[in-house]
């Protein structure tokens, strides 16, 4: 069938916006980013996967409540809209089902059938926007990399640039470059993973080590001409990560 080409999730840990732009996904609220792809594929193989155990049909209003999956109660909503099409579908996710284990009640919205479906949905539902941000820092190929850039907050930069598949240290002196160790930093860069989101729009950079005083600065260069930038803060002692 036809793919999703947006979903929209909402649940206790808020909202948030997934669009599709061929061939990868971002989020457009409540941050616009790239996503994480296996986070956000693992979501729609769970979506296309759902199937109902049991049905109940024709509930009332009351029934409805007491599932669940009255608009305003419902623990979980995901609203689809397919490729090709413009009117969105809308899913509720609702209470546990009593004697039931791991299976919830849910419903189409505008749709009195109600449904038992695995819980399992929800681990992919019941989540805040980082869940679904990218994880990876450099967006680029180790391979790819031509030129790397250091520069710490004190002392002489470094410069490493590749030509034809040889590295040659260009800065503080030039020099041949030990192939193995530069391939390995290219690899480290491109390899640097976000491990949570901490501040979306910070005033004072300083409190993290960022301000350019006191940041340590890497720049990348690949194939292509494109550049990449990127500071190094302080190190965080209470989560033994660095800014």
Known sequence: GAEPARIELTSSKGQMTLVRRDPDWFLEAP??????SIRTETLIRKLGELEADDFIDGADENQLKSFGLAPA?????????LSGEETPTALLL???????PGKVYARIDGDPVVYVVSDAIL??????????????????SAADVTAVELTPAE?????????DQTWRLKRPKEMDADESSADELAREI????IIRYVDE??????????DEKHAHLIRV????????SFRVGRVDDANKDVF
């Not at 941050?31 to 994480?36: A, E, I, L, N």
């Not at 681990?123 to 680029?140: I, N, P, W």
């Not at 491109?190 to 993973?193: D, K, P, Q, S």
Request: charged share 35%.
């Open 31 to 36: 941050v616009s980013d790239r996503t994480d």
């Open 73 to 81: 109660q419902a623990q979980a909503r995901v609203e689809l809209v």
């Open 94 to 100: 609702g209470k546990a089902v009593p004697d039931r």
């Open 123 to 140: 681990g992919s539902v019941v989540r805040d926007a980082g869940y679904y941000r990218d994880r990876m820092l450099a967006r680029l």
């Open 155 to 163: 002392g002489e930069a470094l410069l490493l640039e590749k030509t």
């Open 190 to 193: 491109a390899g640097v993973r």
């Open 201 to 210: 729009a910070p005033r004072d950079l300083s409190r993290y080590g960022l």
């Open 221 to 228: 260069v690949d194939q292509s001409k494109a550049e990449q």
